[in-house]
């Protein structure tokens, strides 16, 4: 069950289109995967169209002329364009993803496999911060790190931990700096999150603190 | 006498609320059926000044809220048939296109080229599909790979990095603990980072 949700403040900012695009993008995925938050969309967007709509310009002769252009112009076609359902692959394992994410399924730079039952997949957004498909396998685990900057994280299908609590599919989790985390899993089925990350990790332990120099380099 | 004055009446007398919700999604009805030019006008006569002010709130010109009224207007008049009254109201589904389309104006605006667009977090107007924009491939550092650059390092200038980025030390611990001047730790810091910089540059 999902229990972890964008915040209000985060809905109408996405409403509004005011968020930085990866996460709006992060949030509609979530929004795709979420019932409860789709209907407070809705509501939302009523609600700013009841005020945007409101208020109207003083009349304007140049009305006339664009109302004459528009009825110029030839109704759209009106033909469906099929709807084919991209998955993400892996190893032999395939994922659907939420309607948000179907078009970066195959704009994946290939899978890189990282120590700790690990495999990654960058997605170019041309964002700043950087986008990643993450796959834990049973057992899997990142090294301990924490953030320079916010990352937001969509559970797209099994669940896993970080020794702050539980997560499950669907979950939004936002981890910012102040918090120092270790995500595993241990579902037989594995956990494949999407992230979105505006600066670079900060390793806190072990060797992969070799990686603290060259974290910009990670995240070019 | 009256003749030339203007009778303003229908402008004073607009109903407001879920009756011209009912009016105008009976236009769009039109619209969508018949291509009625009519009833789109009466849609166009309510709606362009509202979406002017919004436009204006949202644009940094006149002129690009006027392309983003004429955008949105237009849309409404070609994809009427993409109205569904019972998802929403009128006003709620030409607001959601007006934004759609100011977050793609403002898009293009940015120097840099973020390949996101409204459709695929909105789907408003589900007909879209974006440019394909060429995806560069570029080259993933592992874990695993600068372990191995790591290796690859001189033996003093490993021992350095060692001491500093795995055991945490500071550069002065370091120079007392092998016994040599801190200029020394610093420069073979150095060396190393840009060695190992340049060995995933020429990864590439
Ligand atoms: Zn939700």
Known sequence: ???????????????????????????????????????????????????????????????????ANILQMPAASGIEVSYKQKKLELDGKEFVLPRSLQRYADKINGWSHLPGKLWQARVDLGIDGRADFTYMEKGGSVPEHTHRGTELTLVLDGEFSDGIRNYDTGDFIERSCDHVHTPHTEADEGCLVFSILDKPLHFTSGIARLLNPFSQLFFK | MLVGIQLETRQTQRPSGPEIANEMSTYLQTV?????????????????????????????????????????????????????????????????????????????????????????????????????????????????????????????????????????????????????????????????????????????
């Open chain 1, 1 to 67: 069950m999902i229990k972890l949700h964008p915040n209000s403040q985060q809905l109408s900012e996405f409403a509004q289109g005011q968020c930085d695009s990866g996460v709006a993008l992060i949030i509609a995925a979530h929004t795709d995967m979420c019932r409860q938050c789709k209907q407070k969309l809705t509501l939302i967007e009523a609600e700013l169209a009841r005020e945007a709509m409101a208020e109207k310009s003083s009349p304007d002769p140049a009305f006339d002329t664009m109302l």
């Open chain 2, 32 to 204: 969508a059926s018949e291509r009625c030019k009519a009833s789109f006008a009466e849609i166009f006569h309510y709606f362009a000044p509202r979406v002017r002010s919004y436009a204006l709130k949202q644009m940094k010109n006149e002129a690009q809220a006027m392309e983003l009224v004429q955008e949105t207007l237009a849309n409404v008049w070609q994809k009427a048939h993409l109205f569904n009254a019972e998802k929403g109201s009128p006003s709620t589904w030409i607001f959601t296109i007006a934004r759609n389309i100011r977050y793609d104006m403002l898009r293009k605006q940015q120097k840099r080229k973020e390949d996101i667009c409204s459709e695929d977090m909105w789907p408003v107007l589900c007909e879209q599909t974006a440019s394909d924009a060429e995806v560069s491939l570029d080259h993933q550092v592992t874990l695993e790979q600068v372990g191995q650059l790591f290796s690859g390092l001189p033996v003093k200038q490993k021992a350095v990095i060692e001491a500093i980025y795995v055991e945490g030390k500071s550069q002065q611990e370091v120079a007392d603990e092998l016994g040599i001047p801190l200029g020394t730790v610093k420069s073979r810091t150095r060396l190393a980072l840009q060695r190992l910089r340049e060995m995933l540059e020429k990864d590439d």
